[in-house]
């Protein structure tokens, strides 16, 4: 039997654009001789549609789509994911199905089981969970179809069962000879190889060939890096799709078992970050950017990123000196300009710092210096990048990391001034890596901007490390705290000093109010700050005490 998928980017309500995509693919993949074709997880409407789910004319919109589409449809069956509507006993008439297409007619043949309501998914929110899961025949071939979560409850790779149900159990029980998956699964570090894992231990477990496709591109937050996997039985590689690119190709089933391929994982995360900061500019209708460059290693990653997203000529760079900038660091933002060949303008916010100071003296009673004006030298910064964003129409990016989001190292309508935090969940070790990784065969980011310490320049002689611990102990910490969710007394068995854990997680929790206002940041971790991290502002539980 040979698979034509479909690994396309989807836009959420995009009804034509979507469906023309799929049927694009679809004509192709047919005259390649697919027997079978299979798009992503709600592939007409795009993930996550969110709320949108509760608008009646969005769901109408969605049936004209999927009828028009199914009329388009002749002898080979395409399967795609949509949004199923019937008459629920509990308020939510809606179903996250797969439809099967064929001789312009559709019905649906799977609807997911399981429904995850952890991290960044809700799904439980909207949809009703499906029933009994029973295979459908394509010629003399059972398959069994999954959708996205229905496949992950496999109690070999997560001894945690999150659910009581294994619809891929209740499928080969059954008796299939084909398992396939419509997934939309959004990328982290290391998801590509965890998806293997799962697909290769279901495909030698069942001794039959297990079919992935998952879409690709960046909806929000969200990143989803296609990827789709043709596991066989023996455990090997079929197919594997392009990492971050739309495909759509046909694969034989009968082909030899190979062993999988990556990029290493900085490859994988600049691909990540590229395809998120490109489609959330073109989804959301912009076509240009802008950035402060302060000469650092953050605003130089971040420009090196929306240059290779969106071309050179589209990015504009604007450094903003004042008394404490360095001629280094002013010297490091024009050489990264000149190396990526992106606009550059300078615009010293030395005039406006002291008119400022001037004008706010009577309020300050005779104080001066402190944290007052090194937050009033960024947030002069953010007027100046938002007065640039709002007369030349560019989206205004901002540079800052998760290690500094996460200890509110950065400044509220300041340098947290934006529509997209490119960097925002990547931690600083990341960043250094990140850089050195994009320097690999030449210096693109200046190596002074890697090399030197790492500082805001807001006062003379400032580091990061003044206030900070090192950013490799620091991040020991978020990983610790954010991310596993441990305690003071978990941090201190793997020789975390207890006197810093307890100091970076007051600075963590003391941050949720600036976190809460920032710009949506690109998820690329398990454990983003945003949708998947829920934690309330205005609380008294003190894991210090505890």
């Known amino acids: ?147 996205c979560e229905d496949i992950w409850n496999d109690e070999d790779l ?57 879409a690709v591109g960046g909806n929000d937050e969200l990143v989803f890096d296609g990827q789709s996997l043709v596991a066989g039985k023996k455990g090997g590689v079929l197919a594997q799709g392009a990492p971050f690119g739309e495909q759509s190709w046909v694969v034989d089933l009968q082909g030899r078992e190979k062993t999988p391929e990556w990029a290493c994982r900085e490859e994988q995360l600049f691909r990540a970050l590229v395809l998120g ?26 420009a090196v990123i929306a240059a290779e997203a969106l071309g050179p000529d589209k990015v504009l760079g604007v450094a903003m000196p004042s008394r404490f900038s360095s001629e280094g ?26 008119s400022m100071l001037g004008s706010i003296a009577p309020a300050r009673g005779g104080r001066t210096g402190g944290l007052t004006e090194e937050n009033l030298q960024s947030r002069l910064r953010g ?7 709002n007369d030349s129409g560019r989206l205004l990016l901002t540079t800052g990391n998760k290690s500094e989001l996460a200890v509110g190292y950065c400044t509220l309508y300041g340098d947290m001034c934006g529509a997209l935090g ?48 090192p950013y490799e102990k620091l991040d020991q910490i978020l990983e610790s705290y954010v991310v596993n969710e441990g305690s003071i007394r978990a941090m201190a068995k793997k020789g975390i000093s207890k006197t810093t854990a307890r100091e970076i997680v007051r600075k963590i929790d003391l941050s949720e109010y600036k976190r809460r206002q920032a710009a949506p940041g690109l998820k690329v971790t398990t454990k983003a700050f945003g949708a998947g991290r829920r934690m309330p502002i205005a609380q008294r539980f003190d894991p210090r005490a505890a």
């Open 383 to 389: 007027v100046v990048l938002m007065a640039v964003s």
């Open 329 to 354: 660091s002013v010297k490091d933002a024009e050489d990264l300009a000149r190396r990526l060949r992106i606009r550059y303008l300078k615009i010293p916010i030395e005039g406006p710092f002291q």
């Open 158 to 214: 997560w001894p945690l069962r999150r659910y009581r149900r294994d619809p891929v159990r209740e499928l080969t029980r059954k008796g299939i000879d084909l398992l396939v998956n419509l997934s939309a699964s959004p990328w982290s570090i290391d998801k590509e190889k965890t998806r293997f894992r799962l697909l290769r231990g279901v495909a030698v477990r069942s001794g039959i060939p297990v079919v992935q496709v998952n």
């Open 1 to 147: 039997m040979k698979i034509g998928i479909l690994q396309v980017d989807l836009t959420v309500g995009d009804f034509a654009g979507n469906s023309g995509k799929i049927l694009r693919g679809y004509e192709k993949v047919v005259r390649e001789g697919a027997d079978l074709v299979l798009a992503p997880e709600l592939g007409l409407c795009g993930y996550p549609p969110r709320d949108l789910l509760n608008r009646e004319d969005f769901l109408e919109a969605h049936d004209r789509a999927l009828r028009g589409l199914a009329a388009k449809i002749g002898k080979i069956p395409l399967l795609t994911g949509g949004i199923e509507r019937f008459r629920g006993r509990d308020g939510r008439p809606l179903h996250n199905a797969a439809f099967l297409l064929q001789q312009k007619k559709l019905r649906v043949v799977a609807r997911k089981v399981l429904l995850p309501t952890y991290d960044v998914f809700d799904e439980d929110r909207y949809f009703e969970p499906g029933g009994d899961s029973r295979p459908i025949r394509i010629g003399k071939t059972r398959v069994g179809v999954t959708i």
């Open 277 to 302: 900061t490109r489609d959330y500019l073109e989804k959301c209708g912009f076509r240009e950017v802008v950035l402060g460059l302060s000469g650092g290693i953050d605003s130089a990653l971040t």
């Open 422 to 469: 490119v960097i925002a969940d990547v931690p600083k070790t990341m960043v250094y890596r990140l850089a050195r990784w994009v320097n690999r065969e030449r210096e693109i980011i200046p190596k002074s901007s890697i090399d030197k310490a790492p500082s805001a320049e807001l006062r003379p002689n400032q580091t990061d490390q003044d206030s900070l611990p």
